[in-house]
């Protein structure tokens, strides 16, 4: 685990200084989570009215991403053409 000394000693306790850049009525983009994790960025997602949207590394299936060389490459990928999906459809619907 990764800065640890910063954000916590345990999975739950970096989630919750994580989900602390979780705004109200956005949607927020995340990769699989242990459950411990998930549940707290889930709780600070309702609270917050703010969907979760959890992506794999297959998230959308697309031979670009299979291609990268490892999971976090395929994963942070994958996010990042979530978050466009999401931001193109909040740019374009007809609301």
Known sequence: ???VHLLGPSLAEIARNKAGIMREHTICVTCEQPPEAFEVLMEHSNRLSAPLDDVTENDPPSKAIAALPTVA??????IAL???THLL???YSPD
Do not use: G, P
């Open 89 to 91: 459809l909040q740019r």
């Open 73 to 78: 490459h395929r994963t942070n990928a994958a």
């Open 1 to 3: 685990m990764d800065h």
């Open 82 to 84: 979530k978050v466009v």
